[in-house]
């Protein structure tokens, strides 16, 4: 008897934790259908007495919402290609090719993580632009790739150190060479880590404003975090537009979150490997 009694109160505490964690979900969307009236003077959790779709469509092509979306996937994809592609390669090679610094490359890398993104704005700002590429999509890319970088090659890394040699030395006696051994035999077995760092990846540069706010001055450029930027006007603020596009901006991570929610459970059972 009491045990089931310990069993409900967790489940109420569980169903009010969900509640709670929705509820925003829930307000974000009836609002995307609403005006302004009815978001400020309304009732939080009442329905619109109108659904307006219109705020869609002003949202999509009168905000230009359409063109942000368009470069926040093209940037967070060319990020996670290369963040994925370098932090499996680099992590193979410190952990399974000795060499002198191995260890000391790999604690440089893990600096990395600790060092603040505020910290390096200006330096970045001021190399960019030395380099010629302040304004473009490269000028956010390759930092969004090496902020992300030193975490993937931690995680991966740790994950390789579980990963048993022989299969990669039965590869080796079978004429494989290092780098068909790696995308053979050792690539196809870091799936649940690889799907833990893109999750993180993808979040991260997705939903990231700073970077893009200092290094992006062209309008047409602007990532969707960025863009959204442009629903506060000098005197007033269109909410409903303003919510339809983040309804917009996240219905990406649901997707995700629906499509690999798989491979998420899996990648969050290799991550116990990091201890």
Not at 60 to 65: I, L
Not at 193 to 200: K, Q, T, Y
Not at 208 to 236: C, H, V
């Amino acid at each position: 008897m009491l045990r089931k009694t310990k069993n409900s109160s967790l489940y109420i505490l569980m169903i009010i934790i969900a509640v709670l964690q929705l509820f925003p979900l829930y307000w974000l969307v009836i609002s995307a259908f609403k005006d302004n009236s009815e978001i400020i003077g309304g009732t939080v959790w009442a329905l619109p007495t109108e659904w307006r779709l219109s705020n869609f469509t002003e949202a999509w092509v009168s905000a230009k919402v359409n063109q942000y979306f368009g470069n926040s996937v093209i940037v967070t994809l060319v990020t996670l290609l290369f963040v994925l592609l370098f932090a499996s390669m680099m992590a193979y090679a410190l952990t399974r090719m000795k060499f002198k610094y191995n260890s000391l490359i790999l604690f440089m890398l893990l600096m990395g993580v600790m060092v603040p993104i505020h910290a390096t704005l200006i330096p970045l700002f001021m190399i960019l632009k030395n380099l010629g590429i302040l304004s473009s999509r490269l000028s956010i890319i390759l930092p969004y790739i090496a902020v992300n970088l030193p975490i993937g090659v931690y995680m991966l890394s740790a994950f390789l150190r579980t990963m048993p040699k022989e299969l990669e030395e039965a590869a080796f006696m079978d004429g494989c060479g290092v780098v068909k051994s790696f995308f053979k035999v050792v690539l196809p077995l870091l799936k649940p880590p690889l799907a833990s760092v893109a999750i993180f990846v993808f979040l991260a540069v997705w939903n990231e404003l700073l970077m893009a706010a200092t290094f992006i001055q062209k309008q047409e450029l602007r990532t969707l975090p960025l863009g959204l930027m442009n629903f506060s006007g000098q005197y007033s603020i269109s909410w409903g537009p303003l919510a339809a596009a983040m309804v917009i901006s996240t219905l990406p991570i649901l997707l995700a979150y629906v499509l690999f929610s798989d491979q998420m459970e899996k990648s969050f059972t290799a991550g116990a490997i990091l201890k």
